[in-house]
């Protein structure tokens, strides 16, 4: 990709705002070229995130067991998932069609939701029909609210795990409350669920100024009992 086009891309992602619907459209934009414009760190935080996932089934047979990918966009963390070993059925779930129709070129989800998260809207998901849930980069300002870990957690089985990321923004704003409020909402978790692990991934930005305006990437893993 030309430095023209990244220059465009970065420009559109940079006027993402805390409203859902005003997000989607930017994505909708950008969908087409997404793959190709981000930057690297960001195959290498979804690659780690993969990899800590494998580690917990490492003793387990991954055929029979069912994944969903929420915020699932073009499809990044299924392939990496995928890569990294799953052989199990991948479901994605994203508000962007755009997105959703670059996804289905990589043949990696059994099927594919075009669904927005919100408390106000149910999901057309059965209850506890999954036994992994992924969400890279969709738990954050202005795309899912964090109230709605509880609804994420619902679909999952007995046993089945949560693992999600989230910046550790440092800049101030309303993405530093999103996030307070995100670690208030785990913290209450832990005394329905398991916190397995969290993990935080400086490998996101690709330059020392990026990651300490922005932070570091957490990846958090929760089992239901």
Not at 3 to 12: E, F, G, L
Not at 110 to 123: D, G, N
Not at 155 to 169: A, E, H, P, Q, T
Not at 190 to 212: N, Q
């Amino acid at each position: 990709m030309d430095n023209d086009k990244q220059d465009i891309i970065n420009q559109m992602l940079s006027q993402l705002t805390d409203s859902a619907k005003h997000n989607r459209e930017v994505y909708s934009k950008v969908a087409k070229h997404l793959d190709e414009g981000q930057k690297a760190g960001v195959n290498l935080s979804v690659n780690q995130m993969t990899k800590g996932i494998m580690e917990i089934y490492k003793d387990k047979e991954t055929e029979e067991l069912t994944a969903l990918d929420v915020a699932c966009g073009t499809g990044r963390c299924a392939v990496a998932l995928r890569n990294e070993g799953w052989l199990g059925p991948i479901d994605g779930l994203d508000g962007c069609h755009e997105m959703l129709e670059v996804a289905k070129t990589k043949n990696v989800y059994r099927t594919q939701y075009h669904e927005m998260i919100s408390l106000e809207t149910p999901l057309s998901l059965e209850k506890s029909s999954y036994d992994l849930i992924t969400c890279f980069g969709g738990l954050s300002f202005g795309h899912i609210p964090h109230d709605c870990l509880e609804m994420l957690m619902g679909l999952l089985v007995s046993g089945g795990i949560l693992v999600f990321s989230y910046s550790d923004y440092t800049n101030p704003g309303s993405t530093v409350q999103y996030k307070k409020s995100l670690e208030e909402k785990i913290e209450k978790l832990k005394t329905e669920y398991e916190i397995i692990k969290t993990v935080k991934d400086e490998s996101y930005y690709p330059r020392a100024d990026l990651t300490k305006m922005m932070g570091v990437v957490n990846i958090a893993y929760i089992r239901k009992p």
